[in-house]
């Protein structure tokens, strides 16, 4: 890479963020595109038409490891940040990294296309002409655009019918008979914010699910996941991988059962394998399923009266609103056809029942365009149970050593090759039922991440000789690294291709010894 090679970054959210901080760290010249009046995406509430969390969200995954690898949250945050926390904290690492001379608010991309002639991307700016870059990082955010399924006799619904992304006030519902349809993250917070506005509250769903609490007895349950544990199941999948789904599945099952007790008639049972989707993280949702202030029931199947709907059992349902938690289809329209990733996707896929009418973007390592892999990426079509702010970290870390020649990709060939097999997989779980479209093999993906990223951990906390060199010289850190929490630090402790973090350690150290010294209070 030459000095001065210009880099795009449209989208500052979360994912848009890091990855304007980790290629400008490694000399990019690098400039981000928010067409917001502000960045952090959809952390900001907001009541205007376009998704953001809820007033009431709190996030599902511990502050300890949902941070950025080299910025902790601050110290007297609570382990379960609130919204507005968690939209603070992407303000400070604007601070932190001084990234504000980098970033161009109220500026909405329009197209993204290649410039034959220059050999660059032309950016098409709303209400200015065309800006030039070397390359293109898009991180525009997977959810955009609602995916509505079709339903028998919708267009007769006499109510209200909005998605997710439209529901902002639980007030709006005062007094209605509601069915949320979708038993995911956002249709458990969606019916659990409803409670005490309106009438009545039903949940539709078509498959099961596990449902998990942030904290068991004053301990987060995010906390008892360890890097030995995780490298513990990498050995089980590489040897034994039927046994070692089998065995995950059993072990998250337990854990709700030995903090909620699951009625039976709830339907939720059997749940679909963490394999190809991630568990409902709510403390609320069994208690309100136990009182009946929410009420599970099966698949919406038809609308029959302007007031009532028929589900998959047969029942009729009176209701007056539906809200429809059914996700949201990736989109990448501001991208020229040619290289727009989900524009091939195939027959196989569309035609499997867990593929919900989404598309399937063709990317290698669900990050790179196999048309233009040396200059075009995209952010957020990583999906498998880890926290997001982690994944992109490392995925924008790894993108930054590859685009500076420093970790290499296969052959054109080999990558169409490698994302054929990739989707032949991911149609394989669609046939058994939901699955995001960016779900990746976990082991591989983190194998992949580590080596083109240049972390050092598969090495430093591995059996090799760099391994048992560590472990000589620093046995308590070491043991620290290996069963204290996983931290997204642990990333950015050893020198390698990329940037290290001098306070790497003192932010590992700190963040186990708050966990024991205080027990967890959600708010
Ligand atoms: C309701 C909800 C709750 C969630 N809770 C959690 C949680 O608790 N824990 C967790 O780890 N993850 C959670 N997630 C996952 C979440 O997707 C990620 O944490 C992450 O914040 C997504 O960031 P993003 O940058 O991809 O997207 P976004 O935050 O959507 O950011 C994309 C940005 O791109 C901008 N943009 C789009 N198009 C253009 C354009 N053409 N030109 C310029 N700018 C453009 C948008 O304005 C936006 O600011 C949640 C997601 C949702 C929807
Ligand atoms: C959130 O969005 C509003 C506009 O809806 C904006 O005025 C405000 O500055 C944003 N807040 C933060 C903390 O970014
Ligand atoms: C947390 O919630 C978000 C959005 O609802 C979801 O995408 C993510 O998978 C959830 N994480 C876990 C661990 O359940």
Redesign the pocket.
Do not use: D, F, H, R
């Given at each position: 890479m030459g000095e001065g090679t210009t880099v795009a970054v449209i989208g500052l959210g979360a994912l848009g963020l890091v990855s304007l901080k980790n290629l400008a760290e490694e000399g990019y010249v690098v400039t981000g595109f928010e067409r917001?009046?502000?960045?952090?995406g959809l952390w900001?509430?907001?009541?205007?038409d376009k998704t953001s969390v809820l007033q009431s969200t709190i996030v599902n995954i511990s502050k300890e490891r949902g941070c950025f690898t080299d910025f902790p949250f601050e110290r007297d945050v609570s382990s379960y940040p609130s919204a507005?926390e968690v939209?603070?904290y992407l303000?400070n690492y604007v601070d932190h990294f001084k990234l504000s001379p980098n970033i161009r608010l109220n500026t909405c991309v329009k197209q993204v296309r290649r410039d034959q002639v220059r050999n660059k991307w032309a950016l098409d700016i709303e209400g200015a002409g065309p800006e030039h870059f070397d390359k293109v990082v898009i991180a525009i955010g997977m959810n955009s655009i609602p995916n509505i399924p079709v339903v028998e006799g919708i267009e007769s619904f006499g109510g209200v019918c909005v998605h997710s992304r439209a529901f902002k006030r639980p007030d709006d519902f005062v007094g209605k008979k509601v069915l949320i349809v979708g038993l995911g993250n956002t249709g458990a917070d969606t019916a659990t914010s409803l409670i005490g506005y309106a009438e009545e509250i039903f949940i539709a769903h078509r498959e099961g699910t596990i449902i998990l609490p942030r904290v068991v007895d004053g301990k987060s349950l995010d906390h008892s996941v360890n890097f030995r544990l995780t490298k513990l199941q990498d050995f089980m999948n590489d040897h034994f991988p039927d046994f070692a789904e089998k065995n995950l599945n059993k072990f998250v099952k337990k854990i709700q059962d030995k903090a909620f007790t699951i009625d039976p008639k709830w339907n939720l049972s059997p749940a679909p394998s963490l394999k190809q989707s991630v568990p409902v993280v709510s403390d609320t949702l069994v208690t309100a399923f136990e009182s009946g202030s929410v009420q599970p029931v099966s698949a919406l199947r038809k609308v029959v009266q302007e007031n009532a709907v028929e589900l998959a059992d047969g029942t009729h349902l009176a209701v007056d609103s539906i809200i429809w938690c059914t996700g949201y289809k990736t989109h990448f329209g501001l991208v020229e056809d040619e290289y727009d990733p989900t524009k091939r996707t195939t027959a196989q896929w569309a035609a499997s029942r867990g593929s919900n009418g989404k598309p399937l973007p063709r990317l290698y390592q669900n990050i790179f365009s196999l048309e233009r892999p040396d200059s075009l990426a995209f952010m957020g079509t990583v999906a498998f149970p880890n926290p997001a702010f982690q994944i992109y970290d490392l995925a924008s870390m790894a993108l930054a050593q590859v685009w500076k020649g420093r970790s290499s990709l296969p052959s054109r060939a080999s990558m169409e090759a490698a994302v054929d097999a990739h989707h032949e997989w991911v149609c394989g779980l669609a046939r058994r039922g939901s699955v995001y479209p960016g779900i990746v093999k976990p082991q591989e993906w983190m194998r992949w991440v580590n080596e083109a990223a240049g972390t050092g951990v598969d090495e430093y906390l591995g059996y090799g000789w760099k391994g048992w060199a560590f472990w000589a010289r620093e046995p308590r850190f070491c043991n620290l690294l290996m069963t204290g929490i996983y931290s997204p630090h642990v990333f950015r402790v050893f020198d390698g291709k990329k940037k290290k973090w001098d306070g790497a350690r003192l932010a590992i150290e700190r963040a186990n010894e708050d966990v024991k010294m205080k027990k967890v209070k959600l708010l």
């Open positions: 917001n009046g502000y960045v952090g900001n509430y907001t009541e205007e507005a939209q603070a303000l």
